[in-house]
């Protein structure tokens, strides 16, 4: 299948639909040829995660607590 850019736009709903029904479709700009849309498989997703994770862990750094007013009252003057 092959679609205009401005056609893609308007009906990209459609298009993912034929994608992932199996369908490639090649997006034309111009009449040249810029993009094309593949339906993914099993093998095409990632084995690891690619979503936040949940909190993270950052090591002590031995650093004090500081409040936000005191970070506030550090940051001032700093940037614009």
Avoid: C, H, W
Wanted: aromatic share 2%; net charge negative.
């Amino acid at each position: 299948m092959e679609t205009t850019a401005r056609d893609f736009n308007q009906r990209s709903s459609q298009i993912l639909a034929a994608a992932a029904r199996g369908e490639t479709i090649t997006v034309t700009k111009n009449g040249i040829p810029v993009a094309r849309v593949v339906p993914m498989g099993d093998d095409d997703v990632p084995p690891y995660p690619t979503d936040p994770m949940g909190a993270i862990q950052l090591p002590d750094l031995g650093l004090p607590d500081l409040t936000d007013e005191e970070i506030e009252d550090a940051l001032k003057g700093m940037g614009s």
